[in-house]
């Protein structure tokens, strides 16, 4: 079995094979730290991309005789972080994460979540105005239309959509922020 330092040491030296044998061997979990602290499936595919990008623009920097996760998840901690900083990334997209809201409401766990993160989310969903939290409780429910929202809380249904529009973008906000935050804190 040849070990990680002569695959290190090979891709060092241009070869390909030793390169994919380290992405096929970290990709997934280098993933799923990415989406734990992004909550973005696309940010975190590129953050995958980029980090075994760099790993091989820097290859003939990497000291084979240390660990290389060592290496790779120092990159990893540094890209997230500057994605975390890049405040035109939209992290947490609303629309693209609709079914982790609706797991909340339904209590159903979605498989690539862990219930850091879930908590994370039900906390910043607190953090909310009352009426802002009730709308978007009802939005994620799935079974109000913007006009039966509208219609029960005795709103327009203009307030209806700029409420849960400025609630979007502060869970957005108060999402990136615990993010950063635990990502300082715990350093992967």
Same mark, same amino acid.
């Given at each position: 079995m040849?070990?990680?330092?002569?695959? =290190?040491?090979?891709?060092?030296?241009?070869?390909?094979?030793?390169?994919?044998?380290?992405?096929?061997e970290?990709? +997934?979990?280098?993933?799923?730290?990415?989406?734990?602290?992004?909550?973005?499936?696309?940010?975190?595919?590129?953050?995958?991309?980029?980090?075994?990008?760099? &790993?091989w623009?820097?290859?003939?920097?990497?000291?084979?005789?240390?660990?290389?996760?060592?290496y790779?998840?120092?990159?990893?901690?540094?890209d997230l972080?500057n =994605?975390?900083?890049?405040r035109?990334?939209?992290?947490f997209?609303?629309?693209?994460?609709?079914?982790?809201?609706?797991?909340l409401?339904?209590?159903v766990?979605?498989?690539?979540?862990?219930?850091?993160?879930?908590?994370?989310?039900? +906390?910043?969903?607190?953090?909310?105005?009352?009426?802002?939290?009730?709308?978007?409780?009802?939005? &994620?429910?799935?079974e109000y239309?913007n006009?039966?929202?509208?219609?029960?809380?005795?709103?327009?249904?203009n307030?209806?959509?700029?409420?849960y529009?400025?609630?979007l973008?502060?869970?957005r906000?108060?999402?990136? &922020?615990?993010?950063?935050?635990?990502?300082?804190?715990?350093?992967?």
């Amino acid at each position: 079995m040849i070990n990680e330092e002569t695959i =290190v040491r090979q891709m060092k030296e241009g070869n390909q094979l030793a390169f994919t044998l380290l992405f096929n061997e970290y990709s +997934k979990q280098v993933y799923s730290l990415s989406f734990k602290y992004l909550y973005n499936r696309d940010l975190a595919e590129d953050v995958v991309q980029n980090v075994f990008f760099k &790993i091989w623009e820097r290859r003939k920097e990497i000291d084979e005789s240390r660990p290389f996760n060592r290496y790779l998840f120092t990159i990893l901690k540094n890209d997230l972080l500057n =994605v975390l900083r890049d405040r035109t990334k939209e992290i947490f997209s609303i629309s693209e994460n609709l079914n982790l809201l609706n797991s909340l409401a339904d209590e159903v766990e979605e498989p690539e979540l862990d219930e850091e993160q879930l908590r994370l989310v039900r +906390k910043a969903i607190e953090q909310l105005s009352p009426q802002k939290r009730k709308i978007v409780e009802l939005k &994620i429910s799935g079974e109000y239309s913007n006009q039966e929202i509208a219609d029960k809380l005795n709103l327009s249904i203009n307030t209806i959509k700029f409420q849960y529009s400025q609630a979007l973008k502060e869970l957005r906000t108060i999402i990136r &922020i615990y993010s950063f935050l635990l990502l300082l804190w715990t350093g992967l």
